[in-house]
């Protein structure tokens, strides 16, 4: 896959910011919201009413082999449960955040990986989205980076709240886990349309030349020179595009920011997966975009003719 940056990484790059978010990706986040009204209003009655009665509610829970080069042997089949873009607000209550995590938890993986955008729009969801996302337990923890929604909403207070409840927060850091006398490399890079990334902080210590999945809550990332050589990506923020229609499929994929959309990727050695996630912004529906809760099993074997997801 040839290497592209895109706008609003360069923007990043350059510390251009508008409110605190970087230009373009202010920009880009206003045609997203404006591509799902018009796409709802496309969609019709109907379709509408499923997306919104239904299929916004109907949890997919995916499982995925992610072969990786060099895996230690004691890591062969640890299981990664990714939770993303809950977005609690007056459009995703309470209860479906609980319900999400209920389904994460019933997973039994190894780890749980919590992708950002925890809530929407207000400071008064971030206590009680966070107490329900302590309730979530694996083995070797639950581990989080904050999106830009996080910091829209309020950052510092979002980190407060995931931290005080014993959840993870990877903000430009990184960790090793360990399984079977084997150590795992694990980094988390904090949002890039906000400026927050730091990958020399994110990655002071981690040796390149063995294993390591990093959590970004933006896919964009595979595009950075920075990524190069991580095995695995984890990332959401597309919702799958939310509202995607046969044959047209979803406006939100004319831009840049959303061309890696759902599913796997790959670019040389370095894979990106990246969730539809849970909850919905702008509008209450999905339709062709079922909310996910995924599943990545690691292998150490790596099969042939692997392709682009």
């Given at each position: ?162 931290v005080t409840r014993g959840i993870g927060l990877l903000d430009n850091a990184n ?35 063995r294993p390591t999945v990093l959590l970004s809550h933006q896919p964009s990332v ?88």
């Amino acid at each position: 896959m040839s290497r592209r940056t895109a706008g609003g990484l360069a923007l990043a790059a350059r510390g251009v910011t508008i409110g605190g978010m970087t230009a373009e990706a202010k920009i880009t986040r206003r045609k997203f919201i404006k591509g799902l009204a018009a796409a709802g209003a496309l969609a019709g009655a109907g379709a509408a009413g499923y997306g919104g009665l239904v299929a916004r509610t109907d949890y997919e829970l995916t499982e995925t082999d992610i072969f990786i080069r060099d895996l230690p042997a004691a890591f062969d089949g640890f299981r990664i449960a990714q939770v993303s873009d809950v977005h609690h607000s007056s459009l995703v209550g309470l209860e479906e955040v609980r319900r999400v995590v209920g389904l994460a938890n019933g997973t039994r993986a190894d780890m749980i990986a919590l992708t950002g955008d925890y809530t929407t729009a207000s400071r008064k969801y971030i206590e009680p989205c966070a107490e329900a996302l302590a309730a979530l337990a694996a083995p070797h923890g639950v581990w989080a980076v904050l999106g830009n929604h996080d910091h829209h909403t309020d950052g510092p207070a979002t980190e407060r709240a995931l931290v005080t409840r014993g959840i993870g927060l990877l903000d430009n850091a990184n960790t090793r886990l360990s399984r079977g006398g084997e150590e795992l490399q694990l980094a988390g890079i904090d949002d890039w349309s906000w400026a927050r990334n730091d990958w020399t902080k994110a990655f002071k210590g981690v040796d390149r030349a063995r294993p390591t999945v990093l959590l970004s809550h933006q896919p964009s990332v595979l595009d950075r020179p920075e990524s190069e050589g991580i095995s695995l990506i984890l990332s959401g923020h597309t919702h799958g595009g939310q509202v995607r229609f046969p044959l047209v499929g979803t406006p939100v994929r004319l831009s840049d920011e959303f061309k890696y959309l759902r599913g796997r990727f790959e670019r040389e050695r370095t894979q990106l997966y990246v969730t539809r996630g849970t909850g919905v912004i702008g509008l209450p529906l999905r339709l062709g975009a079922r909310p996910e809760i995924a599943v990545l099993r690691l292998r150490r074997r790596e099969p042939e003719g692997i392709v682009e997801g």
